[in-house]
């Protein structure tokens, strides 16, 4: 988790979008990736960047990466009060292990 | 597809006892299993690198002998924690690792959905 640093508090009005930002430290990693953990449970995936690409949508998803300065972002667009969680970003480090971030929980207020 | 099982998904037990918390991957056979730790409000710390097959790989500061790894088949990996005492409570999580599709192609981790340990 040292190696990879979010912002630990996000609060946003539903409706609006969200953006998370994360920054990591090896620049060998392969994939980057954005899981969502609801309280009491696991981690889901939501999405993963190929660390060659700049932008991947997906649906209300949007992940941009500067690979020149190691930081990685999730936008949420039109947030939810389902979108409520922890959210973690997560770079590939040797031997396909992962190192996450502290994670930011995101709070939607109405 | 590639859904993880933990059981049991809580366990209260008293200090000194043995816990066993297993893993499964219910739909696709996962040569690599990890066992992270969780505290309350913070990352997942990684703890041990389950190969089928083989010893597991403990990361730095994880006692081997406390927390011990099986990963007997393809499908199933265990974890038993010895002579547990109260600060070994925690949220205790494993993901298994594909090897084939998109799972095997992007090193994607499927968590299972965690299992709370408290030790009295």
């Known amino acids: 988790g040292e190696d990879v640093e979010q912002s630990l508090f996000l609060s946003v009005r539903e409706g609006d979008s969200s953006v998370i930002n994360c920054t990591y430290t090896?620049?060998?990693?392969?994939?980057l990736y954005w899981y969502k953990q609801e309280p009491g449970a696991g981690l889901q995936l939501l999405t993963y960047?190929?660390?060659?690409?700049d932008m991947k949508q997906d649906q209300r998803l949007t992940v941009l990466l500067n690979k020149k300065d190691k930081h990685l972002s999730l936008r949420i667009a039109d947030t939810q009060t389902g979108d409520s969680a922890i959210y973690f970003c997560?770079?590939?480090?040797?031997?396909?292990?992962?190192?996450f971030g502290a994670g930011t929980t995101v709070t939607v207020r109405a | 597809g590639a859904v993880v099982s933990q059981h049991p998904s809580r366990v209260i037990c008293k200090s000194g006892t043995s816990v066993k918390i297993e893993c499964r991957s219910l739909?696709?056979?996962?040569?690599?299993m990890f066992w992270y730790r969780q505290f309350p409000k913070q990352s997942l710390m990684l703890m041990a690198t389950?190969?089928?097959?083989?010893?597991?790989?403990?990361e730095q500061g994880v006692e081997k002998d406390k927390f011990l790894i099986n990963h007997a088949s393809l499908t199933l990996s265990t974890l038993t924690v010895t002579s547990a005492h109260p600060e070994d409570s925690s949220f205790y999580i494993c993901?298994?690792?594909?090897?084939?599709?998109?799972?095997?192609?992007?090193?994607?981790?499927?968590f299972g959905p965690g299992t709370r340990l408290t030790v009295l």
């Open positions: 960047i190929f660390s060659n690409m």
């Open positions: 997560a770079e590939s480090i040797g031997d396909y292990k992962l190192s």
């Open positions: 090896d620049s060998s990693s392969t994939y």
């Open positions: 993901s298994a690792r594909g090897t084939s599709g998109r799972a095997g192609a992007t090193n994607e981790q499927f």
């Open positions: 389950s190969n089928e097959g083989s010893k597991a790989t403990y």
């Open positions: 739909d696709f056979q996962a040569t690599t």
